[in-house]
């Protein structure tokens, strides 16, 4: 029996991290993060439900495993979609057990900048230094390709000059570009209203109004752009394929790109709100039909369609937990051939962080639910914490091979989260999460580095090797009531920033993983949002300065720029610093790291950042310290700056002048936005693209 199915739905779960500008309102910051945790735990869902086998789901049956297991038959993945979904989908059991009083919801680069060796020109800024993440332009030196709203525009830059030479219409809107070599991969998606939307089910929530019913695909086009760049012909479109499910996120290494999809099969003919003991019979009569090919996402490969996943590549878990209807799943491309290969899960995935050798595909539980469904460690760690990370990690060899799981007791506070987790030299992963002891508490948080070791076997600590603070090391990471504002992990250091009135970097020595200590502080006026380590010499920083006001509030100010010396790890020190605008100021490298660009020169290390500069006095004035008055916009520009790097001695920073893209006018009062703000660094000079759909500017750097 084929049942009428709607693939995948059109919404994708991101955390939403809003800054406060006030430190007196950080507790607001958390507020806002948890709100929005809160909403992924709740209405991630899909239809989903627990997963658990025949009979039906015994709270007092507890797993020891969090380790993902094979599927081994279609069957077998039918009986896993069937029991998840009747778990869930019992008599008035959806969000009952959720919202209830009882509930906890109720109850309150690691390289240089991306840089894969020393080119002429800066790439994509990443995570990772092996790692290429896509981004609405690409430049491979000579071409230049930006992605629009209808189409990609082509340009040749000779002789610090652009020029136009060609274009790439699009049948969809695309943000997501890839340039390998003389291939370019453009990423995008659509959605199409699924038939009979009226009709109520779960899927996004759709029943309550807040969202529609979709049908969600993720589209990977590949060209050939030879004979453009050749200057015989045009670009040409060697394979295209559309995966049905939406796009969680992708990555690029070498000539193969992962991507990450999630679907939610959703059937019209299932009751998602059973209220008797009979209609929950009938979704049970309902199941029993099913087929694989109902389940398993399909994928058209230059028009031929087939299934993305096979049963038995797929994987599930002991651990009962909400969305376990949704299907996750993991495709390794080849850009070279277009063919593919695919490994799923059951369940929802937050994101992924990617390293050279392993994909990690975490999510956030909580973790009083979690108790109440595997053994716990006898951890204290385990016993106070409000959540859990649970993350499983795939081998990027040519079989996409499982290779273990493990669980950070804890929030990971970072933004994004990913930057919260790093790949250490000898394998093991770091994990940088919050312990939340209340819930909703601004102070009563503390911040904690967990050492994890990926297993899959049972494991009574769920991989956990070692944690900072511990009995030897006992100081902690940040004072009471600071906020973790940043991370960034760097082979065997750990880069940390928290704050309240001042912002304490933290230096944290990785070399031994069952040891980890933090090898030196360093307090300065301002805080870090975004870390960027130069080699292991320096560290650049960007966030906003502060002052404190009479009232003893701290307020945020400009946007503030700092390089720190940390060859001696022991004592960092800040060698440079300039604040740029006044109070209201922002870049786009706070909400995007791939607004930051560098570029790693023989002896100098050159980057930028835009800057929405706020000078203008406001006219409107307020009450209370006079540091809390936001200024107007004045201009837009791109902040080049240059380090001197020599061999032995002090670095010293330049400023270059900034490259103005837009300045207040009677006609432009306000700043239009730098929305997807991009540079390219060259020895010369660079490139500027002030935001999406606008023009790019070509600038000397001299």
Known sequence: MTLRKIKAISFKHDSVYIKVDVTSLLGLRKWLLLGSFILMLTGCGGGGGGNESQPRPNPSEKSNSIALKPIVSDAALIEQFSQSYLSLHDEGNLYVETLNSDSPAADSSGGVGGQFSRPQFSRTNVQEAAVDESDIWKFNGNYLYVSTSADIQVMKYEDQALEAVSSIPLDRISEDLHLEGQGLTVISSSYS?????????????????????????????????????????????????????????????????YLVTQSWPTFHTLNAYPTTEAEVNANADVLAQLEVSDLIPQVNVNGVEQPLV????????????????????????????????????????????????????????????????IDFPQNALFDNSQYATIIHGFALDENLIYSGSAMASGLLSCYPRRFCLGELSDGRLGAVVSLEYEIFSSDDVEYQLQILELNNTTNSDYGLIATLPNEAHPEPIGEFGEVLYSARFMQNRLYLVTFDQVDPLYVIDLSDTENPVIAGELEIPGVSDYLHPVEDSLVIGVGKDAKVGASGTTWFQGVKVSVFDVSDMASPTEIYS????????????????????????????????????????????????????????????????????????????YEKSPVVSNQRSAEMPYDDGYYRS?????????LYLPGMNKNVIVFDWN
Not at 208 to 232: F, K, M, Q, R
Not at 235 to 252: C, H, I, N, V
Not at 351 to 358: F, H
């Open 193 to 257: 209203e699924a038939p009979d939307s009226s009709v109520t089910h779960f899927s996004g929530m759709s029943d309550i109004g807040l969202y529609p019913i979709w049908n969600t695909y993720t589209h990977v086009d590949h060209y050939d752009v030879s004979a453009l760049e050749g200057g015989s012909g045009d670009a040409q479109k060697e394979w295209e394929m559309t995966l049905e499910g939406s796009l969680l996120a992708d990555r690029r290494i070498g000539q193969y790109l």
């Open 310 to 373: 096979k049963a038995e590549s797929c994987y599930s878990t002991d651990l009962v937990q909400e969305s376990m209807t949704v299907i996750t799943t993991l495709t390794r491309i080849d850009l070279a051939s277009g063919e593919f290969l695919s490994r799923c899960t059951f369940g929802y995935v937050e994101d992924i962080y990617v390293s050279e050798n392993t994909a990690y595909l975490y999510r956030t539980e909580w973790l009083a639910t979690l108790k109440n469904r």
């Open 578 to 653: 300039k604040v740029i605008g006044k109070r209201g100021s922002s870049t786009a490298v706070g909400s995007d790291h791939r607004a930051f660009s560098s570029l790693l020169l023989e002896d100098q290390y050159r980057f930028a950042l835009p800057v929405s500069v706020h000078e203008e006095p406001s006219t409107f004035i307020g009450i209370g310290d006079p540091e809390r008055e936001i200024f107007d916009w004045s201009y837009t520009a791109l902040f080049p700056f240059e380090i001197d790097m020599p061999k032995e001695g002090t670095a010293k920073v």
């Open 678 to 686: 991009r540079s390219v660094l060259l020895e010369g000079g660079g």
